[in-house]
């Protein structure tokens, strides 16, 4: 994505305010966009339509809405750039002692949130990043050490394994496998083995394990002969949902380091 093309978008204090009100609730639409906006809904969708250029709002069709979602990934390809990898680490120990100083309860995810979408452009062609995707000893390298396996046919099983740990079946399935443009398979749900990691007390596992069962996709799209648009939609949430909080902090940088692991052969300093 052009750096310029995201200076610009953010330039417009319109623009600005159009990206707060996403952060404040992801997934709205142009109706919920333009309340309070003294323009015509057809200058917001103009607005909209220079941050979706930008890559920094992604639009998804469900049923006759159009919902749109923030995207980070614009930005933080933009700090890769401009932030020296060395500075990475002390530049996030600064932002997050800002916001803790600032805002004490701000939250990964927003209460009524229900998805997680996030894209991304990476250098790469389409098999590639299906092999990086689906090659477990691929997606260790950019997943901490663990992350999913399967033989990646629909109905198959995958099993999951946490920082090194051996793979274990906790009841996810492929739902769509079409090399190399799309995969979709189902996310875990809460499990015993992640009590003792997170010390949540016998009650707190029962609430999580009412959450419902949620799914990740990824559409891979040939954008040139050597660049493709990677869009991750992680949806099926309720709001309030603890799991949408976890994956929310946790799929951007595992992406930013699929990226860079594609782009430069090595993950982003200073991120899992």
Same mark, same amino acid.
């Given at each position: ?9 953010? $330039? ?8 707060? /009100?996403?952060?404040?609730? %992801? ?26 250029? $930008? ?15 923030? #995207?980070?990934? *614009? ?5 890769? +750039?401009?932030? +020296? ?13 800002k ?10 995810? @927003? ?39 399967? %033989?990646?046919? *629909? ?23 079409? *090399?190399? +443009? ?5 996310? @875990?749900n ?5 009590? $003792? ?29 050597e $660049? ?5 939609? @992680? ?16 799929? *951007?940088?595992?992406?930013? #380091? ?10 982003? /300093?200073?991120?899992?």
């Amino acid at each position: 994505m052009d750096d310029d093309a995201v200076f610009r978008a953010l $330039a417009d204090p319109t623009r600005r305010h159009l990206l707060d /009100a996403l952060y404040a609730r %992801d997934g709205r639409t142009l109706s919920e966009l333009a309340e309070g906006l003294a323009m015509t809904r057809q200058a917001v969708t103009k607005h909209l339509a220079v941050l979706e250029e $930008a890559g920094l709002v992604t639009a998804v069709r469900r049923g006759r809405e159009r919902r749109h979602h923030l #995207n980070p990934a *614009p930005l933080a390809d933009v700090g890769d +750039r401009w932030i +020296r990898r060395y500075d990475r680490a002390r530049v996030d120990a600064l932002t997050d002692l800002k916001r803790a100083l600032e805002d004490p309860v701000t939250e990964t995810a @927003h209460p009524a949130a229900t998805a997680f979408v996030y894209v991304s452009y990476i250098r790469t062609t389409p098999e590639r990043l299906w092999e990086a995707l689906t090659t477990p000893a691929f997606i260790r390298r950019y997943f901490d050490g663990g992350g999913p396996d399967s %033989d990646w046919t *629909p109905g198959a099983p995958v099993r999951w394994s946490m920082g090194g740990e051996p793979a274990q079946d906790w009841d996810q399935h492929v739902l769509e496998a079409d *090399p190399p +443009r799309r995969l979709a398979y189902t996310w @875990h749900n809460y499990r015993p083995e992640m009590q $003792a990691i997170f010390g949540w007390s016998d009650e707190q596992l029962a609430v999580l394990q009412q959450e419902p069962v949620s799914r990740v996709a990824f559409e891979i799209e040939p954008v040139s002969p050597e $660049a493709v648009k990677l869009t991750v939609t @992680h949806d099926g949430f309720v709001p309030g949902s603890a799991m949408l909080e976890g994956i929310a902090g946790g799929w *951007p940088g595992i992406l930013s #380091n699929l990226k860079s692991l594609l782009e430069t052969g090595e993950v982003v /300093a200073g991120r899992s």
